[in-house]
């Protein structure tokens, strides 16, 4: 019954012309076409190499790379002894060394979700997100800590490194995504009372450094409570993360529920939908999509910043590479250990900022609203 | 809810408005609005940009909320309840100016979405009601396709069937062909007369005059959001009684 619509008869379309190919004719094209372009390219490059040769020259090629103590230090170029020497505190803290076999199990367990997870190709989405938000927390609870099952009890005391820096990473962003969405329907909702809750929500913890949150939540917290309650300090400080970036995450969702047009949640209630199947279903994958780099930045953001628990005496990544600064037999190598504690959270930060690319490149559906 | 679905067929009318007011802030947009439309009637609303047509039917459904008088759908009295809203929703189906598909869904999840939700039916029922629905539209073959894809005359026939696909016995249609390049105003027209045909119950708001003369059993004029005129096509184009009415059709059948 439709007439035909004029798109339906399509004239062939003619190729365009051949581009160039090969890193010459690229070369060519795009930095040594004219003259003041070759210039500007040569100038650019050489810039480059005399600021970042004395670096390579210093981290790389007159670097000492083997050894296990002090002495095999030359002193020319930076000592990665010093890493090597102390990798297993970078990596577990002042985790007892009988029971580290517990944290590489939940390590190699989080990996093989987030790959499972985030590669396409592997089937079993909904299994793989069930675990991870079920299974997952239980296990490395249960592993971490101990306690249970015969296995020794080991005090978040004693948790350090680079498990303790994810650990808090991980818990902050799973625990800030759902409440910054709450927050943020929140704040739009149609009843007062629960916008107003969330407006002085999202403002206090905004409002607030998060060195402040910290030691609030360390300090202060346990004047209020009775000392018969003895709040572990990590999970304060977990709570106080959490509380502060979801209010982060509340506004950085917000922009994208602003940005859908009206007409869809309208279209969503002509068809009778209800108000968490319209927000689940139709404004929020929206919303989310659009502010995947909001999201994203808010994470790296959380991720650099769990290194401020330190100041509460939790010995992360940086604090324990700091602590091992003050260690007699390897005083004087402050910069080897601010360069690899830097290159660690630069490899998790840029992973996480080239996934969310791709997340974005994957999720376009030719979005014209 | 019982008693008003008891209620649901016989000679009850499909839609009584009465004694309707809106406001927006202290704008009178509905004006002591009284109308009543039978099962299977084919209604067509004009009047100038502003008048009021279009917020009233989206008063039908709850989209707008009025502030006085008494809307009764399908025997169902409009309340503030949400439950008694969403049960007039799945009655009456709505296709908008601009489309308002769902971007992120292909055009057959678009369709199955609230069969799946709200209706609670199996998915492959869905799928097929979607696809008998596509069909009569002529689009089943973009099922897979996501609107950014499609063309504003597909998207709105896509938008027709996503709204029959819930079985609707009412649909509302909002300027359905006024965001369409003049070239697809066509294709969405012909899905609508023959929806019409079919005896589906119509309240379209419209400036496609040929449309209300070949299918409307009434058409309503509005202005400052009054009902001014209310008559089958033939006495409404050949001889109007009010002086806005007159001036309106001049304006827009004139060239």
Known sequence: MAGESMRDVMIEARRPPNAHRGVVKWLQRNLFNGPINSVVSVITIGVLLWALWPFVQWALIQADWLGDSRQACSGEGACWVFISARFESIIYGFYPEAARWRVDIVFALMAGLLAWLAIPRIPGKRWAAIIAVVGFPIAAYVLLLGGHFGLMHVSTRNWGGLMLTLTVATIGIVGSLPIGIVLALGRRSNMPLVRAVSVVFIEFWRG?????????????????????????????????????????????????????????DEAGKALGLGYWHRMGLIVLPQALKLVIPGIVNTFIALFKDTSLVLIIGLFDLLAIIRAGLTDSDWLGFATEGYVFAALVFWVFCFSMSRYSQYIEKRLQTGHTN | MNEATATSHGDTPMIEMTGLNKWYGDFHVLRDIDLTVKRGERIVVCGPSGSGKSTLIRCINHLETHQQGEIVVNGVPMTQDVKRIEQIRRNVGMVFQHFNLFPHLSVLENCCL?????????????????????ERVQIA?????????????????????????????????????????????????????????????????????????????????????????????????NNPRSERTKLFLSQILGH
């Open chain 2, 114 to 134: 609230s069969q799946t939700w709200v209706q609670k039916k199996p998915r492959a029922e869905a799928h097929k009601t979607a696809m008998e629905y596509l």
């Open chain 1, 208 to 264: 607030v450094p998060l060195i402040t949150v910290l030691f609030m939540a360390s300090v202060m917290l346990p004047l209020f409570v009775p000392t018969e309650v003895e709040f572990d300090k990590l999970l304060r400080a977990l709570v106080g993360i959490m509380l502060f970036w979801s209010a982060y995450m509340a506004e950085v969702i917000r922009g994208g529920l602003q940005a859908i047009p009206s007409g869809q």
């Open chain 2, 141 to 237: 073959d973009q099922a897979y396709k996501y609107p950014g894809q499609l063309s504003g005359g597909q998207q709105q026939r896509v938008a027709i069937a996503r709204a029959l696909c819930m079985r609707p016995e009412v649909m509302l249609f909002d300027e359905p062909t006024s965001a369409l390049d003049p070239e697809m105003i066509k294709e969405v027209l012909d899905v609508m007369v023959e929806l019409a045909r079919e005896g589906m119950t119509m309240l379209c708001v419209t400036h496609e005059m040929g449309f209300a003369k070949t299918v409307a059993d009434r058409v309503i004029f509005m202005d400052q959001g009054q009902i001014i005129e209310e008559a089958p096509p033939e006495t409404f184009f």
